[in-house]
């Protein structure tokens, strides 16, 4: 599966000042992790954001946000938003400000 080669750049562009983010191609597409845990991701034209269980009904009450469930089964703490959500850089930032938060406070991998 062909993923949004632009998206997956303005991602790499806002995050290109973080300490410990790394690409890594998974589920068909690529997810950035900082200090190796996941933190977002594009698979196909969207987002992929990994907010936490505790936002995630938040998240999911965002414009172009629904449930990740790419097995088949719902994953807690993570949405998928619409591409077109993010196409403007603050909405961008936006969702990586709401992954940053959970994501920060876990230890390292």
């Known amino acids: ?5 632009g998206l997956a750049h303005r991602l ?3 995050l290109g000042a973080l300490p410990g983010i790394t690409a ?7 997810a950035f ?8 991701g594009v698979i196909g034209d969207d987002l992929i954001a990994r907010v936490g269980p505790e936002a995630q009904a938040d998240a999911l009450a965002q414009p172009g946000a629904r449930v990740f469930d790419f097995t088949g089964r ?9 591409g077109a959500a993010v196409s403007e850089d603050s909405a961008l930032d936006d969702w990586i400000g709401r ?3 959970f994501v920060e406070a876990m ?3």
Do not use: H, Q, S, T
């Open 24 to 30: 890594k191609k998974m589920f068909g597409g690529i």
């Open 12 to 14: 790499g562009e806002a």
């Open 99 to 101: 992954c940053r938060e």
């Open 33 to 40: 992790l900082w200090n190796g845990n996941m933190l977002v």
């Open 107 to 109: 230890p390292p991998k």
């Open 1 to 5: 599966m062909a993923y949004d080669e």
């Open 74 to 82: 719902p994953m807690k703490g993570w949405v998928v938003v619409d």
